[in-house]
Nanobody
Framework: QVLLQESGGGLVQAGGSLRLSCAAS????????MAWFRQAPGKEREFVAR????????YYADSVKGRFTISRDNAKNTVYLLMNSLKPEDTAVYYC????????????????WGQGTQVTVSS
């Protein structure tokens, strides 16, 4: 069984920072692509950032480019999302996703999902 477990969400003031973590576990599971998505109330789930196993093919949504940084530690099967200069519009549930396919921004391409972690940015 493959499990993705996010952590690190919380409440932060605008301009602040948070670091999300997502640990992947499961027998011999080492996903090629890991990504972050988010979903705000009343909105569809949207892509945030993704990278492949060698930490290449890194890509960000325009809305977070220059503020967020995605990285991964393959030894720990963990992907991180460092979020700086947070804005109220970043408020959402953040989801970790993983797949053995090529990196993509399409949520439907990811086979494995975490339960999500809430990020709330106050103005």
């Amino acid at each position: 069984q493959v499990l993705l477990q996010e952590s690190g969400g919380g409440l932060v003031q605008a301009g602040g920072s948070l670091r999300l973590s997502c640990a992947a576990s499961g027998r011999t599971f080492s996903p090629y692509t890991m990504a972050w998505f988010r979903q705000a109330p009343g909105k569809e789930r949207e892509f945030v950032a993704r990278l492949n196993r060698i930490a290449g093919s890194i890509y960000y949504a325009d809305s977070v480019k220059g503020r967020f940084t995605i990285s991964r530690d393959n030894a720990k099967n963990t992907v991180y999302l460092l979020m700086n200069s947070l804005k109220p519009e970043d408020t959402a549930v953040y989801y970790c996703a993983a797949d053995n396919g090529a990196p993509t921004t399409n949520a439907q391409s990811y086979a494995y999902w975490g339960q999500g972690t809430q990020v709330t940015v106050s103005s």
